[in-house]
């Protein structure tokens, strides 16, 4: 199964333990799902967990190991196609990852515009916790 999890779910699983984002990293790490990723989403994560409001929650260290981490384990998109379904255009590469590499599933945290849209073509757009029951972890 083929999974996209946008930043902020990749995020909150380094900085919260025993929540469903920390749960569905494990899960990946055991190989529960093909994890889809891209270099948008990568340059985006770097830039993201340098925010000075996540540094006192976030180590440079694990930051790094996660890039690292999605580099050798998680499949890379190299280019995304054009997309524009999202009201919010920050949201339309993480669609975009999603449509390309036909996932299953896209985790969220985004209730406002992802979770609002419900899926995009065969992938079903849910919230960590959805996700977690659907694992059934």
């Given amino acids: 199964m083929r999974v ?21 990293y494990q899960a990946w790490r055991k190989k529960r799902f093909e994890l889809v990723t891209s ?7 770097r830039r993201v967990s340098r925010y000075p409001k996540l540094r006192r929650f976030l180590k440079p260290a694990e930051a790094g190991n996660l890039v690292s981490g999605l580099r ?8 995304l196609p054009p997309m524009d379904l999202s009201t919010d255009p920050d949201d339309n590469p993480v669609l975009a990852m999603a ?20 899926t995009i073509g065969g992938t079903h757009i ?5 996700f977690v029951e659907a694992l059934e972890i």
Wanted: charged content about 20%; proline content about 3%.
């Fill in 126 to 130: 849910v919230s960590a916790r959805q």
């Fill in 99 to 118: 449509e390309a590499s036909q996932a299953q599933y896209l985790v969220t945290g985004d209730k406002k515009d992802l979770l609002a849209l419900g």
């Fill in 39 to 45: 270099e948008w989403q990568l340059d985006e994560f």
């Fill in 72 to 79: 050798h384990q998680a499949t890379i998109l190299e280019t």
């Fill in 4 to 24: 996209v999890l946008d930043t902020g779910i990749l995020i909150a699983a380094l900085i919260t333990t025993d929540t469903p984002p920390a749960s569905i």
